[in-house]
């Protein structure tokens, strides 16, 4: 059976509050071996942990939090949790974090303040940062490019944008999460991704969002990942447990941490 990795799903959603379990095992049963889970915001803490608590060996916490849950009248109270959290034990990343201009330009400033925060505690915690960058591909650029100093590495999780876009990440020491977004007919990714080496890409779902395409307008799951795979396996013209073996290793690096059940 294949290996396969889902970096980035956000299991803990009330979404799979009807099948989780099952959805998880259905995941595990697919060869999709381990999840990491993604930090929104205070909100979502204990359900995260719920969730890793049930499946150890499965599911992977992280901390962080989410730019669209950057508020004026309450960032620096969720910040303060963060902070709190990643000194409390350890986790597998930071994030997700970034900068999002589709749902709200009003609040850059204070995203860019979240955000260098944060790259500044997977530094010295020694974690990869997990960035979400929608419609802020320049702007998450620069202060990854301001912050880098040796000690940052991440993904640049549903990554979008440009061959020289994604270079550039790679220059910085970033990886790009790519998830069903590729399967999608008009989608760029396929034509951008013949010019990415493999060794820089790990395949994620966004769980309960974005689903491959024979599943657009439904629930998306982890063990859709294995769709992401077998698009990746036609765009690189590899085969599919190529694509599993590399993209499973590299989350692994990117994850060491957690790979090491620390």
Not at 45 to 57: C, G, N, S, T, V
Not at 96 to 101: K, M, P, Q
Not at 102 to 108: A, C, Q
Not at 120 to 140: F, G, T
Request: some cysteine; overall charge negative.
């Amino acid at each position: 059976m294949l290996t396969l990795i889902d970096t980035h799903a956000h299991l803990y959603s009330h979404k799979f509050d009807n099948d989780r379990p099952d959805m998880v095992r259905r995941a595990i049963a697919s060869g999709v071996n381990r999840m990491y889970l993604p930090n929104i915001d205070a909100a979502s803490i204990d359900a995260m942990l719920a969730l890793e608590a049930q499946f150890p060996d499965h599911c992977f916490a992280m901390m962080g939090l989410h730019p669209s849950s950057v508020q004026p009248d309450t960032v620096e109270q969720e910040l303060a949790l963060v902070e709190h959290w990643l000194g409390q034990r350890r986790w597998a990343g930071v994030g997700e974090t970034g900068i999002d201009l589709y749902w709200d330009k009003s609040t850059l400033e204070i995203q860019k303040i979240a955000f260098a925060r944060q790259i500044e505690w997977a530094k010295d915690l020694d974690l990869p940062i997990i960035i979400h960058s929608r419609e802020s591909n320049e702007e998450c650029l620069e202060l990854v490019a301001n912050g880098q100093d040796g000690r940052l590495r991440g993904i640049f999780h549903c990554f979008s944008g440009s061959v020289e876009q994604a270079r550039r990440m790679i220059d910085l020491g970033f990886m790009l999460g790519i998830g069903g977004t590729l399967t999608y007919p008009k989608s760029e990714l396929p034509e951008v991704l013949r010019h990415i080496p493999l060794e820089y890409i790990v395949l994620e779902t966004d769980a309960p969002y974005l689903p491959p395409a024979p599943h657009r307008g439904k629930r998306n799951e982890s063990a859709y990942v294995r769709l992401v795979a077998e698009m990746l396996s036609e765009v690189k013209v590899l085969p599919l447990s190529e694509i599993a073996r590399k993209t499973t290793e590299n989350a692994l690096r990117m994850f060491p941490q957690a790979a090491a059940g620390v």
